[in-house]
């Protein structure tokens, strides 16, 4: 019998991408016209009875960093007190839940790659109420919930939106491209993350220990935000020229952290999930989207 998850998100990359990748479970998705997430009380539970599903994955979140400064309230909400409510119908219902966090939870002031004990320091409102969420959720597995949150960085997909569909659209509009040098990350596809909480899932469902907990599902490689530009650039038939600036050079009304790239080794040790390497992973996306380019 094939198990029925529900997945709160439609139209985000990651429950995209999750839809591709759903072999073996059928997807019920919550996008904002069957459950309005930034309502003050969304029946988070009488969904989840409606839909009696085996497990729930949260793919949905506030991502508007800079807006975010401003409405703070609502980025709270949707980043704080919503995956908290979700996991508390969850543990109700005794299901699997399964939350993507971000690697802005950290200060990026370590200088190496972060692993999951690191203690977060959040720069931005973003990443505040991402973190208040994971500890939230903490709180919750420590009452017996059977959750899993997975950190992710720089996500990317085919979508015309997103960091490589910007950079494939500069490169066919313009001889130049300006691109920070001075942020590191860990660039991660949007399949890769899909392919990661499905992982988490089933090993949840199959109630393994090793499956509880907080994990990195991220890419392999760690590099700055103009070297990902440049890796995007060498795949198209039109390279425009890269200048590489600080980010001091192009304030934002948010702050971001320095360097965010994330280690992945412990999901890969407990569960066989890959990280996959920025080629592989370039190479597949810009299948979908160097059309644009010409």
């Known amino acids: 019998m094939t198990a029925r998850l529900l997945v709160f998100g439609r139209r985000g990359q990651v429950a995209g991408a999750l839809a591709k990748a759903a072999a073996g479970f059928e997807m019920i998705f919550a996008g904002r016209e069957r459950l309005d ?13 409606a839909v009696k599903p085996a497990a729930v994955i949260n ?37 699997p839940f399964v939350h993507f966090s971000t690697d802005y939870v ?28 994971e500890a939230a959720l903490e709180a919750l597995a420590a009452d017996g919930a059977r959750l899993a949150t997975l950190r992710t960085c720089w996500v990317f997909s085919d979508a015309r939106s997103g960091f490589v569909g910007a ?3 500069r490169a066919a509009e313009h001889d130049e491209a300006v691109v920070v040098a001075d942020q590191w990350g860990s660039p991660t596809p ?15 469902l199959d109630r393994a220990p090793a499956a509880r907990g907080t994990f990195h599902a991220a890419g392999a490689d760690g590099l700055s935000r103009a070297d990902l530009a440049e890796a995007i650039f060498r795949r198209l038939p039109r ?4 200048r590489r600036v600080a980010a001091a050079d192009y304030p934002t009304p948010a702050r971001r952290p320095r360097d965010t790239r994330l280690s992945s080794a412990k999901l890969e040790r407990a569960l066989g999930w890959r990280a996959p390497s ?17």
């Open 167 to 169: 950079m494939v659209r």
């Open 190 to 204: 949007a399949r890769a993350c899909a392919e990661a909480a499905l992982t988490v899932t089933r090993a949840l």
């Open 37 to 49: 997430l930034a309502a003050h009380a969304p029946d988070i539970a009488g969904l989840i009875a």
């Open 278 to 294: 920025l080629d592989e992973s370039l190479d597949a996306c810009l299948l979908g989207v160097e059309a644009l380019a010409r």
């Open 106 to 133: 950290f200060d990026g002031e370590k200088g190496a790659p972060y692993v999951e004990p690191d203690p977060r320091g959040p720069l931005n409102v973003y990443g505040r109420a991402k973190a208040d969420g």
């Open 59 to 95: 793919a949905a979140a506030y991502t508007a960093v800079d807006t975010a400064e401003s409405e703070s309230e609502a980025c709270a909400r949707l980043n704080r007190d919503t995956p908290a409510a979700m996991a508390r119908a969850c543990l109700a219902a005794d299901l």
């Open 239 to 242: 390279r425009p020229r890269l």
